[in-house]
T-cell receptor, first 112, second 113 residues
Framework: NAGVTQTPKFRILKIGQSMTLQCAQD?????MYWYRQDPGMGLKLIYY???????DKGEVPNGYNVSRSTTEDFPLRLELAAPSQTSVYFC???????????FGPGTRLLVL | DQQVKQNSPSLSVQEGRISILNCDYT??????FLWYKKYPAEGPTFLIS?????DKNEDGRFTVFLNKSAKHLSLHIVPSQPGDSAVYFC????????????FGKGTMLLVSP
């Protein structure tokens, strides 16, 4: 039981490049989330999903896209990377009932 | 506007003493509160939670107190251990609608031997 896994751990992007941050969970959770954490700040919700095929925007969705084709996977897409997207990205999942979210180890992204 | 506030960016405590981390919230719809602990280069891990129907919840060395009238909660760690040194995030959610969490900025706890 790996919990929530994220790849890559670290990535450097040039301005304007695109990439997909991968997230997978093996706990059969319906709810999945993407957060970003900037230095000295709390976690801010980017997108979330309440089940396969259902996604919704969080607090800071601009510049990102998501899809949820399976229960296990919830990739986050950056289409045109900007320096403001330099951050640490965390994926999380929950069963939606207990409100407890389980987090992955994070992806550190640097946009130059 | 921050709905969940952790006004102390850092806290230093000696080993064996009590650590008290505070959290205030402004949204009266919040009815479920959680504390997460985060070590460097790792994701946050769930520590303890409390529902608004309670005013206290204990789990070993960790106790969370909730004062609904003051919109304030606190996490007590007794006794504090060096391994408790981490960033602690307070989070809140409202039971209506989807279960998204609102996080505070975190408090870095340093427990010295």
């Amino acid at each position: 039981n790996a919990g929530v896994t994220q790849t890559p751990k670290f990535r450097i992007l040039k301005i304007g490049q695109s990439m997909t941050l991968q997230c997978a969970q093996d706990m059969n959770h319906n709810y999945m989330y993407w957060y970003r954490q900037d230095p000295g700040m709390g976690l801010k919700l980017i997108y979330y999903s309440v089940g396969a095929g259902i996604t919704d925007k969080g607090e800071v969705p601009n510049g990102y896209n998501v899809s949820r084709s399976t229960t296990e996977d919830f990739p986050l897409r950056l289409e045109l990377a900007a320096p403001s997207q330099t951050s640490v990205y965390f994926c999380a999942s929950s069963d939606g009932l207990e409100e407890t979210q389980y987090f992955g180890p994070g992806t550190r992204l640097l946009v130059l | 506007d921050q709905q969940v506030k952790q006004n102390s960016p850092s806290l230093s405590v000696q080993e064996g003493r009590i650590s008290i981390l505070n959290c205030d919230y402004t949204n009266s719809m919040f009815d479920y509160f959680l504390w997460y602990k985060k070590y460097p280069a790792e994701g946050p891990t769930f520590l303890i939670s409390i529902s608004s129907i309670k005013d206290k919840n204990e789990d070993g060395r960790f106790t969370v107190f909730l004062n609904k009238s003051a919109k304030h909660l606190s996490l007590h760690i007794v006794p504090s251990q060096p391994g408790d040194s981490a960033v602690y995030f307070c989070a809140a959610s409202a039971s209506s609608g989807y279960s998204t969490l609102t996080f505070g900025k975190g408090t870095m706890l340093l427990v010295s031997p």
